[in-house]
Protein backbone atom coordinates (compact mmCIF):
# COMPACT_ATOMS: atom_id res chain seq x y z
CA UNK A 1 0.00 0.00 0.00
CA UNK A 2 0.61 3.64 -0.84
CA UNK A 3 1.91 5.78 2.44
CA UNK A 4 4.12 9.06 3.43
CA UNK A 5 5.48 9.79 7.02
CA UNK A 6 6.14 13.09 7.85
CA UNK A 7 8.72 12.49 11.00
CA UNK A 8 8.23 16.21 12.59
CA UNK A 9 4.86 16.85 14.26
CA UNK A 10 6.07 20.81 14.13
CA UNK A 11 9.02 22.81 12.81
CA UNK A 12 10.41 26.28 14.15
CA UNK A 13 12.22 28.62 12.12
CA UNK A 14 13.18 32.03 12.36
CA UNK A 15 12.05 34.43 9.86
CA UNK A 16 14.43 34.72 6.85
CA UNK A 17 15.92 31.24 7.76
CA UNK A 18 15.52 28.63 5.30
CA UNK A 19 13.04 26.00 6.11
CA UNK A 20 12.98 22.31 5.37
CA UNK A 21 9.33 20.19 6.25
CA UNK A 22 10.33 16.27 5.99
CA UNK A 23 8.37 13.99 4.08
CA UNK A 24 9.38 10.03 3.34
CA UNK A 25 7.41 7.53 1.12
CA UNK A 26 6.49 4.32 0.72
CA UNK A 27 5.01 3.14 -2.61
CA UNK A 28 5.23 0.12 -5.07
CA UNK A 29 5.87 1.45 -8.51
CA UNK A 30 6.43 5.19 -9.13
CA UNK A 31 6.05 8.14 -6.98
CA UNK A 32 3.38 10.78 -7.46
CA UNK A 33 4.30 12.88 -5.11
CA UNK A 34 2.13 16.15 -3.76
CA UNK A 35 2.36 18.88 -0.89
CA UNK A 36 -0.74 21.06 0.15
CA UNK A 37 -0.83 23.71 3.06
CA UNK A 38 -3.77 24.11 5.37
CA UNK A 39 -4.28 27.72 7.06
CA UNK A 40 -6.06 28.34 10.23
CA UNK A 41 -10.33 27.64 9.15
CA UNK A 42 -9.35 26.92 5.71
CA UNK A 43 -9.18 23.80 3.58
CA UNK A 44 -6.41 22.58 1.70
CA UNK A 45 -4.35 24.41 -0.80
CA UNK A 46 -2.20 22.69 -3.40
CA UNK A 47 1.37 23.51 -3.38
CA UNK A 48 3.25 21.54 -6.06
CA UNK A 49 3.83 17.91 -7.20
CA UNK A 50 6.15 15.65 -8.78
CA UNK A 51 5.22 13.35 -11.32
CA UNK A 52 8.66 12.59 -13.62
CA UNK A 53 11.35 14.79 -14.37
CA UNK A 54 13.46 17.14 -12.57
CA UNK A 55 13.91 16.04 -9.33
CA UNK A 56 13.68 19.66 -7.90
CA UNK A 57 10.12 21.05 -7.88
CA UNK A 58 9.12 24.68 -7.56
CA UNK A 59 5.94 25.30 -6.49
CA UNK A 60 3.65 28.62 -5.09
CA UNK A 61 4.47 30.62 -2.67
CA UNK A 62 8.21 30.25 -3.40
CA UNK A 63 8.36 26.54 -2.16
CA UNK A 64 10.06 24.16 -3.44
CA UNK A 65 10.49 20.35 -2.94
CA UNK A 66 13.37 18.00 -4.04
CA UNK A 67 12.59 14.58 -4.90
CA UNK A 68 15.21 12.09 -3.67
CA UNK A 69 14.60 7.98 -5.07
CA UNK A 70 17.33 6.68 -3.22
CA UNK A 71 16.40 7.99 0.05
CA UNK A 72 12.63 7.65 -0.40
CA UNK A 73 12.39 11.60 0.12
CA UNK A 74 10.46 14.46 -0.30
CA UNK A 75 11.37 17.11 1.49
CA UNK A 76 9.31 20.57 1.22
CA UNK A 77 11.86 23.85 1.38
CA UNK A 78 12.12 27.19 0.73
CA UNK A 79 15.06 29.60 0.83
CA UNK A 80 14.21 32.39 3.01
CA UNK A 81 10.73 31.85 5.99
CA UNK A 82 8.39 34.32 6.17
CA UNK A 83 5.83 34.62 9.47
CA UNK A 84 2.69 34.01 6.56
CA UNK A 85 4.26 30.79 5.99
CA UNK A 86 3.29 29.11 9.44
CA UNK A 87 0.38 27.07 8.71
CA UNK A 88 0.10 23.34 8.95
CA UNK A 89 1.45 21.21 5.62
CA UNK A 90 0.53 18.21 4.37
CA UNK A 91 2.56 15.38 2.28
CA UNK A 92 0.67 13.11 -0.29
CA UNK A 93 1.25 10.47 -2.37
CA UNK A 94 -1.54 9.24 -5.55
CA UNK A 95 -2.73 5.50 -5.19
CA UNK A 96 -4.06 4.37 -8.32
CA UNK A 97 -4.96 1.10 -6.66
CA UNK A 98 -8.55 0.01 -7.99
CA UNK A 99 -8.31 1.92 -11.28
CA UNK A 100 -8.85 5.26 -9.99
CA UNK A 101 -6.72 7.86 -8.39
CA UNK A 102 -7.07 9.29 -4.75
CA UNK A 103 -4.58 11.39 -2.42
CA UNK A 104 -2.99 9.34 0.97
CA UNK A 105 -1.92 12.13 3.48
CA UNK A 106 0.64 12.19 5.86
CA UNK A 107 -0.62 13.54 9.28
CA UNK A 108 0.93 16.84 8.93
CA UNK A 109 3.52 19.17 10.16
CA UNK A 110 3.02 22.53 11.48
CA UNK A 111 5.34 24.88 10.54
CA UNK A 112 5.95 28.28 13.44
CA UNK A 113 8.21 31.03 11.85
CA UNK A 114 9.09 33.32 14.38
CA UNK A 115 9.79 37.14 13.72
CA UNK B 1 -12.25 30.12 -12.15
CA UNK B 2 -14.49 29.23 -9.31
CA UNK B 3 -13.70 26.92 -7.14
CA UNK B 4 -15.03 24.13 -5.14
CA UNK B 5 -17.41 25.17 -3.04
CA UNK B 6 -18.63 23.49 0.43
CA UNK B 7 -21.40 24.59 3.22
CA UNK B 8 -22.36 25.04 5.58
CA UNK B 9 -19.18 26.15 6.86
CA UNK B 10 -19.66 25.51 10.60
CA UNK B 11 -22.26 22.87 12.50
CA UNK B 12 -22.47 22.24 15.95
CA UNK B 13 -25.10 19.47 16.40
CA UNK B 14 -25.82 17.12 19.29
CA UNK B 15 -25.23 13.57 19.55
CA UNK B 16 -27.69 10.92 17.45
CA UNK B 17 -29.09 14.02 15.94
CA UNK B 18 -28.67 14.11 11.74
CA UNK B 19 -26.49 16.74 9.36
CA UNK B 20 -25.96 17.25 5.56
CA UNK B 21 -23.15 18.31 3.74
CA UNK B 22 -23.19 19.87 0.73
CA UNK B 23 -20.56 20.12 -2.57
CA UNK B 24 -20.03 21.78 -5.64
CA UNK B 25 -17.03 20.99 -7.46
CA UNK B 26 -15.03 22.91 -9.94
CA UNK B 27 -17.10 23.33 -13.11
CA UNK B 28 -16.13 20.16 -15.52
CA UNK B 29 -14.48 17.84 -12.53
CA UNK B 30 -15.82 14.47 -12.99
CA UNK B 31 -14.22 12.98 -10.16
CA UNK B 32 -15.65 14.46 -6.47
CA UNK B 33 -13.93 13.13 -3.10
CA UNK B 34 -14.94 13.71 0.59
CA UNK B 35 -12.65 13.70 2.72
CA UNK B 36 -12.47 13.36 6.49
CA UNK B 37 -10.20 15.35 8.53
CA UNK B 38 -10.36 15.01 12.40
CA UNK B 39 -8.23 17.09 14.34
CA UNK B 40 -4.46 16.54 14.15
CA UNK B 41 -4.64 13.86 11.57
CA UNK B 42 -4.06 14.36 8.06
CA UNK B 43 -7.59 13.84 5.78
CA UNK B 44 -9.01 10.32 5.36
CA UNK B 45 -10.68 9.66 2.32
CA UNK B 46 -14.57 8.84 2.79
CA UNK B 47 -15.93 8.15 -0.66
CA UNK B 48 -14.98 8.92 -4.38
CA UNK B 49 -17.59 9.39 -7.22
CA UNK B 50 -16.40 9.24 -10.72
CA UNK B 51 -19.28 11.05 -12.47
CA UNK B 52 -22.54 10.21 -10.83
CA UNK B 53 -20.84 6.37 -9.86
CA UNK B 54 -19.48 5.35 -6.82
CA UNK B 55 -15.67 4.15 -7.10
CA UNK B 56 -14.22 3.85 -3.28
CA UNK B 57 -16.40 3.85 -0.30
CA UNK B 58 -14.17 1.56 1.41
CA UNK B 59 -13.55 3.49 4.45
CA UNK B 60 -16.88 5.07 4.88
CA UNK B 61 -18.99 4.23 7.82
CA UNK B 62 -22.06 2.95 6.07
CA UNK B 63 -24.24 2.53 9.03
CA UNK B 64 -24.44 6.61 9.63
CA UNK B 65 -22.72 8.22 6.45
CA UNK B 66 -24.34 8.25 3.57
CA UNK B 67 -23.35 10.22 0.52
CA UNK B 68 -24.80 10.62 -2.93
CA UNK B 69 -24.01 12.94 -6.40
CA UNK B 70 -27.20 12.14 -8.16
CA UNK B 71 -26.68 14.35 -11.30
CA UNK B 72 -22.81 13.58 -11.54
CA UNK B 73 -22.26 17.55 -10.49
CA UNK B 74 -23.04 18.16 -7.13
CA UNK B 75 -22.33 15.78 -4.29
CA UNK B 76 -24.46 15.89 -0.32
CA UNK B 77 -22.85 13.91 2.67
CA UNK B 78 -24.97 12.88 5.33
CA UNK B 79 -24.66 11.62 8.87
CA UNK B 80 -27.42 10.08 10.38
CA UNK B 81 -27.32 9.79 13.46
CA UNK B 82 -24.27 11.64 14.67
CA UNK B 83 -21.47 10.32 17.38
CA UNK B 84 -19.23 11.94 19.49
CA UNK B 85 -16.36 11.22 17.13
CA UNK B 86 -17.50 12.93 14.03
CA UNK B 87 -16.24 15.70 15.24
CA UNK B 88 -14.07 16.72 12.36
CA UNK B 89 -13.64 19.01 8.93
CA UNK B 90 -15.30 17.15 5.87
CA UNK B 91 -13.07 18.18 3.00
CA UNK B 92 -14.97 18.19 -0.53
CA UNK B 93 -12.20 17.82 -3.41
CA UNK B 94 -12.75 18.13 -6.88
CA UNK B 95 -10.23 16.79 -10.40
CA UNK B 96 -10.98 16.63 -13.90
CA UNK B 97 -10.53 13.28 -14.27
CA UNK B 98 -8.67 12.04 -11.06
CA UNK B 99 -5.46 12.13 -13.22
CA UNK B 100 -4.55 15.36 -12.46
CA UNK B 101 -4.28 17.63 -9.77
CA UNK B 102 -6.70 17.67 -6.71
CA UNK B 103 -8.48 21.07 -5.49
CA UNK B 104 -9.96 21.34 -1.78
CA UNK B 105 -12.85 23.38 -0.72
CA UNK B 106 -12.81 25.40 2.32
CA UNK B 107 -14.19 22.78 4.64
CA UNK B 108 -17.59 21.89 6.26
CA UNK B 109 -16.35 21.61 10.21
CA UNK B 110 -18.60 19.65 12.48
CA UNK B 111 -18.65 19.57 16.08
CA UNK B 112 -20.90 17.16 18.06
CA UNK B 113 -21.47 17.75 21.32
Known amino acids: AQSVAQPEDQVNVAEGNPLTVKCTYS??????LFWYVQYPNRGLQFLLKYITGDNLVKGSYGFEAEFNKSQTSFHLKKPSALVSDSALYFCAVRDGSGGYNKLIFGAGTRLAVHP | EAGVAQSPRYKIIEKRQSVAFWCNPI?????LYWYQQILGQGPKLLIQ????????DSQLPKDRFSAERLKGVDSTLKIQPAKLEDSAVYLC???????????FGEGSWLTVV
Open chain 2, 49 to 56: FQNNGVVD
Open chain 1, 27 to 32: VSGNPY
Open chain 2, 93 to 103: ASSFDGRNTIY
Open chain 2, 27 to 31: SGHAT
